[in-house]
């Protein structure tokens, strides 16, 4: 990997010096540099690192867009754009040099670039490449926060729910979590349905705990199964058609909603006959 890590220094250093390239031969070289990028080999790291590279709309690859929305291999430095400096912080830091990607990150960040804000403020959370510090840490999420990083935004909210970095506040953490979930964050999901729950920094909500809990538990959070068999241990049948259609209203197309709606409603009959049958045998 040190090898690896001193390739691209190289490759870096060699596209910052002043040299006249024809277009095609920036391209070639950017093309290549892209290429060792990604092939470079995957080490897990937080599971809130963000900016590792944006797939166009279709899915058929990574297209680097720079600032000015032109291609980045028509940029005059690549190096220069926020995009390609978080992606080359992220590759450090999946070699571990991380002093190397709090730089790239830094310089990503000071752009305004949200995916570098959030990732900066994981390297001041945990310590790598830096001193560790909370307070910086909730300032840079924070900011990649007011941008809509789902990330930041899950991630801030536990800082304000631990009082790490901030004061403890349980309504901006349910603010920010909740921010998080609707942006599609399935942690997020999983966290608000437990706040709704048990009433913590919002008011309890037995059927929106549901609702959570069963988007989560479809985007293949396991826990959320559990939890989702002990609400309806606790729950009416009632409110469990209730949290039913409200998730099918908000969650399933159209066509599909009147299968739904006959289910439940055959459900809830059966339940309240099974009820009655019970009774005339007392």
Same mark, same amino acid.
């Given at each position: 990997m040190s090898r690896a890590v001193s390739l691209l220094k190289f490759v870096i250093n060699f596209i910052n010096k002043k040299i006249e390239f024809t277009k095609a031969a920036k391209s070639v070289f950017v093309l290549g540099l892209i290429c060792f990028l990604v092939l470079?080999?995957?080490?897990?790291?937080?599971?809130?690192?963000?900016?590792?590279?944006?797939?166009?709309?279709?899915?058929?690859?990574?297209i680097w867009v720079g600032a000015e929305g032109k291609p980045i291999e028509e940029q005059t430095n690549p190096i220069d754009d926020p995009k390609?400096?978080?992606?080359?912080?992220?590759?450090?830091?999946?070699?571990?040099?991380?002093?190397?990607?709090?730089?790239?990150?830094?310089?990503?960040?000071?752009?305004?670039?949200e995916s570098a804000q959030n990732n900066l403020a994981a390297m001041y959370e945990q310590g790598l490449g830096i001193a560790r510090s909370d307070v910086l840490a909730a300032q840079w999420y924070l900011l990649a926060a007011e941008q #809509?990083?789902?990330? =930041?935004?899950?991630?801030?909210?536990? /800082?304000?729910? $631990? +009082?790490? *970095?901030?004061?403890?506040?349980?309504?901006?953490?349910?603010?920010?979590?909740?921010?998080?979930?609707?942006? #599609?964050?399935?942690? =997020?999901?999983?966290?608000?349905?437990? /706040?709704?729950? $048990? +009433?913590? *920094?919002v008011l309890k909500n037995d059927i929106k705990a549901y609702e959570w809990w069963k988007l989560s538990s479809m985007h293949g959070d396991g826990s959320s199964d559990n939890s989702l068999e002990m609400a309806k241990t606790k729950m009416d049948i009632k409110a469990i058609a209730t949290a039913e259609k409200s998730f099918a209203v908000s969650h399933i197309p159209l066509k599909k909603q009147t299968v739904l709606g006959l289910y439940l409603t055959a459900k809830a009959g059966y339940e309240k006959w099974k009820k009655i049958l019970t009774k005339s045998k007392l």
């Open positions: 470079l080999p995957f080490t897990a790291g937080a599971c809130g690192w963000a900016g590792d590279g944006e797939s166009d709309e279709n899915g058929e690859g990574t390609f400096q978080t992606r080359i912080g992220n590759s450090y830091r999946k070699a571990k040099d991380y002093i190397e990607a709090v730089r790239w990150f830094r310089m990503a960040a000071s752009q305004g670039f #809509g990083n789902a990330k =930041a935004q899950h991630s801030l909210g536990q /800082m304000y729910l $631990e +009082g790490r *970095g901030v004061q403890p506040d349980k309504q901006l953490a349910s603010k920010w979590i909740l921010k998080s979930a609707e942006n #599609g964050h399935v942690s =997020a999901m999983k966290e608000i349905a437990d /706040m709704f729950w $048990e +009433g913590q *920094g």
